[in-house]
């Protein structure tokens, strides 16, 4: 809807929530898995998973979405009618990015809905 990406841990602490575990990123996850740190990497892939289930019942139930920008801003998506549907998400009409260096496209979230 805006045009732009908004991490997970953003939207979790918009919501007055935890957010994801501190002191370790995704980017460390393959690293970890190679070292042998199963556990470790585990452990931070169920609390993205709590934390995802977590934000979206919080949204629901708000009816809207808020997160402080990168800017410090507080930001808020209003969801009158809770989440939509992915097909009803791929119908909006695509954001206005032109003000964006390099903006991401909407193919790139949803690629895998034509993967077989």
Do not use: I
């Not at 979790?12 to 740190?37: F, H, I, Q, V, Y």
């Amino acid at each position: 809807v805006k045009g732009y990406r908004l991490g997970l841990d953003a939207a979790a602490k918009g919501m007055g929530l935890p957010g994801k575990t501190p002191g370790m990123s995704g980017a460390d996850a393959p690293r970890l898995w190679a070292e042998g740190e199963h556990r470790q990497v585990l452990d931070y892939l169920a609390q993205d998973v709590r934390t995802t289930v977590d934000l979206a019942l919080a949204c629901e139930q708000r009816r809207a979405l808020r997160w402080t920008s990168q800017r410090g801003n507080p930001m808020e998506l209003g969801l009158p009618a809770g989440w939509l549907t992915v097909l009803e998400a791929s119908a909006l009409v695509e954001p206005d990015t032109s003000w964006m260096t390099n903006p991401p496209r909407r193919e790139e979230f949803t690629a895998w809905l034509s993967v077989s």
